[in-house]
Each structure stands twice: as structure tokens, then as C-alpha cells.
């Protein structure tokens, strides 16, 4: 597709988008703001909506897609400052959905002969369910938190102001969300335990992996789990964001995938005046999660390792809401991947988020490719988000 005619798809995904109130992404930064205004006793909630569209140059490809996210945490109960602290009710509920007749960006993604997909959304039809719905209770002064509901490990675990976010930040999904451990998108009822000390912190929970509907009790019986651990260094006394940890994952065996395991080890640290400047990292490995019959296969993900290592400049020039981030990514392709003749793919990605007034932010990208035939893929990326706190009409707590 010529430039003229990629900028012609984009200014109609904006229009779109804009006139349907139609989003995207993983929202982690607005689940961040919810966490942290339930450790502060307040309530939040906060609506969103991004639109994307993407351009594989070389391929001819193109894909659009949108979400809708509804975000909040409201005060339950007001505990103590002792042993019993404050009990929030939490959850995220989204909304999915390719952009009018584009394809799905899986389409693209193996039309264009590329490993992993180029953005966290790929659904063939409208997906609209919670991600998280649950109880948070905070305990000992808030050092020890434990959670109970609906959970969506991929948001809790190897936590990063850079990735994982989907609707801010990169757009890939080996750094958005994860194309190794199937761990990341085991959405279901399940726990998890987390206690903070001045300089470190650990965690563990479970899920279930087989969950099929909204709030799936039947199929807690089933014995189908993913399982978590984690435990990692976050010094407080330094400026802006920085932890490095080391995750362990486990996903029992299905119906249709092998047991999986596996490991991760991330890293954030930013520096600079105020934390103006951040670098980045992520590494999975995992073995398993493996077709157990052929029909089954399309259902493994695409990685057996891989990750990313990245820079962020946060307020660039001057402007307070700003951020630029460049990441180089790399994965290695499972058995069954390598069969289709797909090797280990490199790339880079890079994008800007400015804002346009309070409430709509706008995010070009760019990513180059290796792909199937050796050949080197420029994806185009053009991201629209709008988003509104409406925790001012909410009364908080002292």
C-alpha cells in the first residue's frame, strides 16, 4: 500500500474512532492509578477508549481495532492502621472488537509472515467480559495485600511504567503483553498474595486456566490452574520507578495444550531528574504449552523464548505528558512454528505519546521486522485514545 493510501486509512480510523467511542490496548496504566488510589484510601474510576490501526508496508496488510475500558476501585470497608486495613472491590471490565471490515491482526500478522503479533488484540468477533472482578483487603499496614476474584495475572506480575500497556506504549505483544507464557492471559477465579517490605517484595497466586464463562465456578473443579511466584528488589529511595525480579509460572495441562513452565526476569529503572529517563527489559522462557493433537496447534503461542530491552524519554522537550520509547525485541519460534518455516525474528519498535488537550492523547509507532523470507517488514502504527477520570464525583476517604 502506497503512503498517500496509509494515510488515507488512518485519518478514517481516527474519524472513526473518535465519532463510536471506540478503543485500545491493555489499559495498565489506568489499573496502576486504581491500585494505587485504593493503597491511599480513595475511590477511582475511570472510562477509556483507544482505536488502532496498523500498515505491514511490504505485505500490503493492514488491521484496525478498537477497546472500550471501564476501571475502578471503590472503599468497601475503612480498616484500621493495624493488622486489618481497608477492603476495596476492584475490577476492569473491557470491550474488543476489530475496526469495521479490517481484518483481525493475526490475518495481517501471517499474511506478512511475521512471529508474533503486532499489536495485544486479535479477536475475529467482539470479546466483552471483566478482566479483573474481585476483593483486594489490605492487612499490616498495607505491607501485606491479598486478592480474591477474577484475576488477570499478566497485571500483576514483572510490573513496568513501559510495558504492558498496550494503549500508551509499545504496541507489540511480546512487549505489551506476553507471546511466551501462557500464564499472562489466564483470566479466571483465583488469589493472589503479595507482601511489600522498604526494598523488596514478593508475591504468588493462582488461577484457573480453563475458565470458559464470565464467573466460571463449574470449572474450578476441573483442577486446571496457573500458578505464579514471584519475588523481586524495588529500593524506594531512588528517583522514579525501579525493581528488577525474577517470576516462576506454571500452567497445568488442558484439553487441547501440554503443561507449561516456565521463568521470567524483568527490569525498570528510571534516572535522570525526576525519572526523566527510563531503560527496560524483559526475558521469558518457557517449555510446553504444546498442541496436544494437530487441530490443537493454533492455539500454542508462537514463542518458546524472547523478550526486549528498551529506553524511554518521559516529558521530552519540555512536555509534561509526553513520552518517547524505542525497545529492540526478539523471539525464538517453538517446534511447531520453525515447521512452518518461521526462524528466530528480531525487530525494534518505536513510538511517541502526546496529548492533545486533558483527555485525548495520540500515539504514532513504527516497527521493522525481520519475517519469514529473511526480509525486512516496516509496520506503521496509529494509535487515539480518549480517557476521562471521573474520580472527582466520588467522595475519598481520609
Not at 474512532?17 to 491511599?40: F, I, R
Request: with cysteine; hydrophobic share 40%; glycine share 12%.
Amino acid at each position: 500500500m502506497s503512503l498517500n493510501k496509509y494515510l488515507v486509512r488512518m485519518t478514517a480510523v481516527c474519524v472513526v474512532a473518535m465519532a463510536s467511542w471506540m478503543p485500545v490496548g491493555v489499559a495498565a496504566s489506568q489499573l496502576d492509578e486504581m491500585l494505587d488510589a485504593g493503597e491511599e484510601g480513595a475511590n477511582y474510576f475511570e472510562g477509556a477508549l483507544t482505536g488502532l490501526y496498523q500498515n505491514a508496508l511490504q505485505a500490503g496488510e493492514d488491521t484496525g481495532n478498537y477497546e472500550i475500558d471501564l476501571i475502578g476501585s471503590f472503599l468497601l470497608n475503612k480498616g484500621s492502621s493495624g493488622r486489618v486495613g481497608d477492603t476495596d472491590l476492584v475490577f476492569w471490565a473491557f470491550s474488543v472488537n476489530n475496526l469495521g471490515n479490517f481484518q483481525s491482526t493475526g490475518q495481517m500478522q501471517q499474511k506478512a509472515g511475521l512471529l508474533w503479533a503486532t499489536n495485544d488484540i486479535n479477536v475475529d468477533s467482539s470479546v466483552t467480559q471483566f478482566g479483573v472482578l474481585g476483593i483486594r483487603q489490605f492487612f499490616y499496614s498495607d505491607r501485606l495485600e491479598l486478592g480474591v476474584g477474577k484475576m488477570f495475572p499478566g497485571m500483576i506480575h514483572t510490573e513496568s511504567n513501559y510495558s504492558a500497556n498496550n494503549s500508551e506504549t509499545f504496541m507489540s505483544k511480546v512487549i505489551a503483553a506476553s507471546a511466551i507464557g501462557s500464564y499472562f492471559e489466564a483470566i479466571g477465579l483465583g488469589a493472589n498474595l503479595e507482601f511489600e517490605a522498604e526494598n523488596w517484595f514478593v508475591q504468588g497466586g493462582f488461577s484457573d486456566a480453563k475458565a470458559e464463562s464470565e464467573i466460571d465456578f463449574e470449572s474450578l473443579f476441573d483442577g486446571v490452574w496457573s500458578w505464579t511466584a514471584e519475588a523481586g528488589w524495588a529500593p524506594r529511595d531512588l528517583d522514579g520507578s525501579s525493581s528488577v525480579s525474577v517470576l516462576a509460572f506454571r500452567t497445568d495441562r488442558t484439553a487441547t495444550l501440554t503443561r507449561q513452565t516456565g521463568w521470567a526476569i524483568a527490569a525498570t529503572h528510571d534516572f535522570g531528574n525526576a525519572g526523566q529517563y527510563g531503560i527496560f527489559g524483559r526475558y521469558t522462557w518457557a517449555d510446553g504449552g504444546e498442541g496436544i493433537l494437530p487441530e490443537n496447534r493454533e492455539n500454542e503461542l508462537p514463542l518458546k523464548s524472547g523478550g526486549f530491552i528498551g529506553f524511554a524519554w518521559n516529558r521530552p522537550f519540555g512536555r509534561e505528558n509526553d513520552q518517547l520509547g524505542i525497545a529492540a525485541v526478539f523471539g525464538e519460534p517453538t517446534r511447531h512454528q520453525r515447521k512452518l518455516g518461521y526462524n528466530t525474528q528480531y525487530g525494534v519498535e518505536s513510538f511517541w505519546r502526546f496529548n492533545l488537550g486533558s483527555y485525548v492523547r495520540l500515539g504514532p509507532s513504527i516497527q521493522l521486522l525481520h519475517n519469514r523470507e529473511s526480509d525486512l517488514e516496516v509496520v506503521l502504527g496509529f494509535r487515539l485514545k480518549a480517557s476521562k477520570d471521573f474520580a472527582r464525583h466520588f467522595s475519598t476517604h481520609p
